[in-house]
């Protein structure tokens, strides 16, 4: 199965954060699903990084 996470879930799946829901944390890591994000995601996750980098979980993300 294809799941699109928004902008909150890829982030929070990055860093396992505990805001993640249990439902949602079963589809990311069930090896079987390909993951994917929008281009409008990597450009919030900029965005947000260059307005208040303090404020994000991680310091850049990595494509695979």
């Known amino acids: ?3 699109l996470l928004d902008t ?3 982030l929070w799946a ?5 805001r993640l ?3 949602a944390r079963i589809l990311i890591e069930d090896s ?3 993951l994917c ?5 990597v ?4 965005i947000k990084r260059t307005v208040s980098p303090e404020k ?7 494509a695979v």
């Open 1 to 3: 199965m294809r799941v």
């Open 8 to 10: 909150h879930v890829a």
């Open 14 to 18: 990055l860093v396992d954060a505990p």
């Open 21 to 23: 829901s249990s439902s």
């Open 32 to 34: 079987r699903n390909i």
């Open 37 to 41: 994000v929008s281009a409008a995601t």
């Open 43 to 46: 450009w919030e996750i900029s």
């Open 56 to 62: 994000m979980p991680i310091s850049g993300v990595e």
